[in-house]
Antibody, heavy 117, light 102 residues
Framework: QLQLQESGPGLAKPSETLSLTCTVS??????????WGWIRQPPGKGPEWIAS?????YYNPSLMSRVFMSIDTSKNQFSLKLTSVTAADTAFYYC???????????WGRGLLLTVSS | EVVLTQSPGTLSLSPGERATLSCRAS????LAWYQQKPGQTPRLLIY???TRATGIPARFSGSGSGTDFTLTISRLEPEDSAVYYC??????FGQGTRLEIK
């Protein structure tokens, strides 16, 4: 049973670059058939897919100019960088294990990021 | 970019009734459905348009292909009150349908 845990700051200032990390346990990132991804959900709104990666990286077109995703197999972690954050980026950020072109099988517990000066 | 449009926005029904939720895609997709209750992460109900996820009751069913999909919940129970989202190809989500049980 995979477990995913997000880590990162809970607060950022406008224009800063946000860095989030997801630590995977219960399985190896490099040996897995899963795509690893990030999804966010502003409070009271629906989920928004941000990015997925397995070999190649896929980004939400509306965010791709500000987003970069990477994987560190030596640490069994993957990361997200989001540049030039604004209040509109305030959301719960979830890391996820995604069956390619199908569904999210596992979610992290989520990390609330608030962007405020 | 694929756009998913869910309808209706809100549905209010009584226990025992049938709920029919729609998801329309701007191009052919592979579709999943999720249920989300307050304070919880989305729970996978259906994938591949019609395959129930592990542990999901048989009163939840999915149908459709290509661009038009339906989630049907027969014999509604009070605990089905939630927001339901569709997702295409493991990426983009619809805006959701809020289901209220009277």
């Amino acid at each position: 049973q995979l477990q995913l845990q997000e880590s990162g700051p809970g607060l950022a200032k406008p224009s800063e670059t946000l860095s989030l990390t997801c630590t995977v346990s219960g399985g190896s990132i490099s040996g897995s058939t899963y795509y690893w991804g990030w999804i966010r959900q502003p409070p009271g709104k629906g989920p928004e897919w941000i990015a997925s990666m397995r070999g190649s990286t896929y980004y939400n077109p509306s965010l791709m100019s500000r987003v970069f995703m990477s994987i560190d197999t030596s640490k069994n972690q993957f990361s997200l960088k989001l540049t030039s954050v604004t209040a509109a980026d305030t959301a719960f950020y979830y890391c996820a294990a995604i069956v390619g072109a199908s569904r999210v099988d596992y979610w992290g517990r989520g990390l609330l990021l608030t962007v405020s000066s | 970019e694929v756009v998913l449009t869910q309808s209706p926005g809100t549905l209010s029904l009584s226990p025992g009734e049938r709920a029919t939720l729609s998801c329309r895609a701007s191009q052919n997709v592979n579709l999943a459905w999720y249920q989300q209750k307050p304070g919880q992460t989305p729970r996978l109900l259906i994938y591949g348009a019609s395959t129930r996820a592990t542990g999901i009751p048989a009163r939840f069913s999915g149908s459709g292909s290509g661009t038009d999909f339906t989630l049907t919940i027969s014999r509604l129970e009070p605990e089905d009150s939630a927001v339901y989202y569709c997702q295409e190809n493991g990426s983009m989500f619809g805006q959701g349908t809020r289901l209220e049980i009277k």
